[in-house]
């Protein structure tokens, strides 16, 4: 679905590494073959700082600054799954950008992806290396990620990548009928991913995983 210019990063190395996360993510449980193929393929080292360089195919989060990480690829790996499974997912709204990481992975996947970041120089980062990376499906918006993107809803899909206290109702109405939400719920220390698939009848309510992610804050900063 993309092409991937050379970028700056650790040459074949970085393949085998990923190839190591990639079976390492099969081991803990992803079986979606789509999704570890995503994995694979996006180089995760682009996303971060060079001084991190050779920490990024290891499953852990990472800082990125401004107080923010980027997820562990177990934890990408599980949305992602969560978002795809049971329906055909075609549009894709993701609540905080952050590094563009989980972007990139949602866009390898998907036809179409929305993405909010409320703070400026992360929304700057991502669009330069995604547009870098050749990522032509994917539009980015300096915005509120509590108000969603009434513009192009409808959506297939929701991936929220920050943890509110509970779920927001304007995303809740931008999802379609068969649609499915991710997101992580709760306060620090008690989180847990959630998913909600909305349905002729209502919502459908599963929660997943024990998780933990920087808060989703309204607002978006100037």
């Given at each position: 679905?993309?092409?991937?210019?050379?970028?700056?990063?650790?040459?074949?190395?970085?393949?085998?590494?990923?190839?190591?996360?990639?079976?390492?993510?099969?081991?803990?449980?992803?079986?979606?073959?789509?999704v570890?193929?995503?994995?694979s393929?996006?180089?995760?080292?682009?996303?971060?700082?060079?001084?991190?360089?050779?920490?990024?195919?290891?499953?852990?989060?990472?800082?990125?600054?401004?107080?923010?990480?980027?997820?562990?690829?177990?934890?990408?790996?599980?949305?992602?799954?969560?978002?795809?499974?049971?329906?055909?997912?075609?549009?894709?709204?993701?609540?905080?950008?952050?590094?563009?990481?989980?972007?990139?992975?949602?866009?390898?996947?998907?036809?179409?992806?929305?993405?909010i970041?409320?703070?400026?120089?992360?929304?700057?980062?991502?669009?330069?290396?995604?547009?870098?990376?050749?990522y032509?499906n994917?539009?980015?918006?300096?915005?509120?990620?509590?108000?969603?993107?009434?513009?192009?809803?409808p959506?297939?899909?929701?991936?929220?990548?920050?943890?509110?206290?509970?779920?927001p109702?304007?995303?809740?109405?931008?999802?379609?009928?068969?649609?499915?939400?991710?997101?992580?719920?709760?306060?620090?220390g008690?989180?847990?991913?959630?998913?909600?698939?909305r349905?002729?009848?209502?919502l459908?309510?599963?929660?997943?995983?024990?998780?933990?992610?920087?808060?989703?804050?309204?607002?978006?900063?100037?």
């Open positions: 679905m993309t092409r991937h210019p050379h970028v700056r990063g650790l040459g074949m190395a970085s393949q085998r590494s990923r190839d190591r996360l990639v079976r390492q993510l099969g081991l803990e449980g992803i079986r979606d073959t789509r570890l193929a995503a994995i393929k996006v180089p995760r080292h682009s996303f971060i700082d060079e001084a991190l360089a050779s920490r990024a195919y290891d499953n852990t989060a990472l800082p990125i600054g401004f107080g923010q990480t980027i997820s562990q690829p177990y934890v990408v790996a599980r949305m992602t799954e969560q978002l795809l499974a049971g329906s055909t997912i075609r549009t894709v709204l993701e609540v905080g950008t952050g590094c563009g990481y989980q972007t990139a992975i949602l866009a390898e996947l998907v036809d179409q992806v929305y993405s970041e409320r703070l400026p120089a992360l929304h700057q980062q991502a669009n330069a290396r995604l547009h870098d990376l050749g032509t994917v539009w980015l918006l300096h915005g509120d990620g509590y108000k969603g993107w009434p513009e192009h809803a959506y297939d899909g929701i991936l929220v990548a920050a943890a509110s206290q509970s779920v109702e304007a995303l809740l109405r931008q999802l379609k009928v068969g649609g499915r939400m991710i997101l992580p719920v709760g306060p620090p008690r989180q847990v991913l959630r998913r909600i698939v349905t002729s009848d209502g459908e309510t599963t929660d997943l995983d024990p998780v933990s992610f920087v808060p989703l804050v309204s607002g978006s900063q100037d």
